[in-house]
């Protein structure tokens, strides 16, 4: 297999095509960089803002390894469900495109949920650190719509109006880098450069909120994302071509979805708001104790101690981190009290003899 690539493709270098690089005979394709991309970015961002809001950053790592592959097989599931031209036999076909971001949001989450569940971990304090980067995930994913030359709207038939990025140059077979200057391109709505756009505002606006915001009740941030991506999808979807449409049995899929995340995220958030009242006597905060929701240090590993951080919004709270001597000073006594504290053999006598 490895060897007809490199027969058929060049070592390294830019394919033909314009969608992809040659990486050691190996077309990787520039949608899937911007994806990549994008996840490296929202995970790094999370861990940020996990560490600003008095949890542990480490437990990125651990969400992002079991996340990431539930929210890629969750986008590929949900697009073979609704998609007639793939359907479920066309699964594995991964490199034939059909990757849809709401089933990725379903398939990320729901597994993000499970994690904190076992970790007990509690779910909405940890969400509200993690879902709202993915706004800015899904806005650099959609740069890959561009170089694929797909998700635009109808045709824009006024010159003023054909630049980029109010607009796009579409030609069939041509990737969106090669459309420009070619004088068969039809212009289209860039639609994904709309959705990208809304996209950075609302995160930029949810992560400003989120730096500097300490009141209860947890799990605020997490429905505002839904809201205002389902909003923008809400918008947006029916705008597109037909051709990128999950449509499958006559039903437009995505509109439904995502008219469904705008109600239920309202919904919640107003939930949240008044079980926040009952117990507390603030809608936000807390009239009868601590308002904050994020006082406590929250970690799902042990022996996993706090320390002073000027990002951390609770970090004068702790004490400065110790030196890497006096950390492995404290391992070797810790090792040494486990040592004293493990009872003898029972095939031992007191005396250490065997009976």
């Given amino acids: 297999m490895a060897f007809s690539l490199l027969a058929k493709n060049p070592l390294f ?4 095509d314009g969608r992809g690089l040659y990486i050691f005979g190996l077309e990787i394709y520039y949608y899937a960089l911007c994806i990549v991309a994008g996840m490296l970015v929202a995970a790094t961002l999370s861990a940020l803002l996990m560490k600003r809001r008095n949890m542990s950053p480490d437990f990125i790592f651990l969400l992002f390894i079991v996340c990431i592959p539930t929210a890629i097989i969750g986008a590929r599931l949900f697009s073979c469900l609704t998609d007639e031209d793939l359907g479920i036999k066309r699964f594995f076909d991964f490199r034939n495109g059909g990757m849809s971001i709401t089933g990725g949001v379903i398939g990320g989450v729901g597994a993000g949920f499970v994690v904190c569940l076992i970790k007990k971990v ?3 304090r940890a969400a509200d650190c993690v879902v709202i980067n993915i706004l800015i995930a899904q806005a650099m994913g959609r740069w890959g719509n561009f170089f694929n030359a797909e998700v635009y709207g109808g045709v824009v038939s006024d010159p ?3 630049w ?4 796009v140059p579409i030609v069939s077979g041509l990737s969106g880098t090669q459309a420009f200057g070619n004088p068969n391109a039809t212009w289209h709505y860039a639609f994904f450069f709309y959705e990208m756009l809304f996209n950075m505002i609302g995160w ?3 992560f400003t909120y989120a730096w500097f915001r300490k009141k209860k009740p947890n799990g605020l941030f997490t429905c505002l994302y839904f809201v205002w991506y389902g909003a923008i999808r809400m918008v947006m979807e ?3 071509d037909p051709s990128f449409i999950l449509d499958r049995g006559g039903v437009p899929w995505s509109h439904v979805f995502s008219i469904l995340m705008v109600g239920l995220g309202i919904a919640a958030c107003m939930v949240l708001m008044i079980l926040n009242f009952l117990k507390e006597g603030s809608f936000v905060g807390s009239k009868k104790g601590d308002p904050c929701g994020i006082t406590n240090y929250l970690t799902p ?11 951390n919004m609770f970090g004068s709270n702790y004490p400065p981190r110790p030196s890497k001597e006096e950390r492995k000073k404290k391992k070797a006594e810790k090792r040494n009290e486990e040592k004293s504290d493990t009872p003898p053999d029972k095939d031992n006598d007191e005396n250490g003899n065997k009976e």
């Fill in 13 to 16: 270098g830019v394919a033909s």
């Fill in 164 to 167: 980029f990025p109010f607009a």
């Fill in 122 to 124: 509690n779910f909405l």
């Fill in 160 to 162: 003023a109006q054909q």
């Fill in 204 to 206: 930029a606006l949810l």
């Fill in 238 to 240: 029916p705008l597109r």
């Fill in 301 to 311: 590993y042990k022996n996993d101690e706090p320390y002073f951080s000027k990002i």
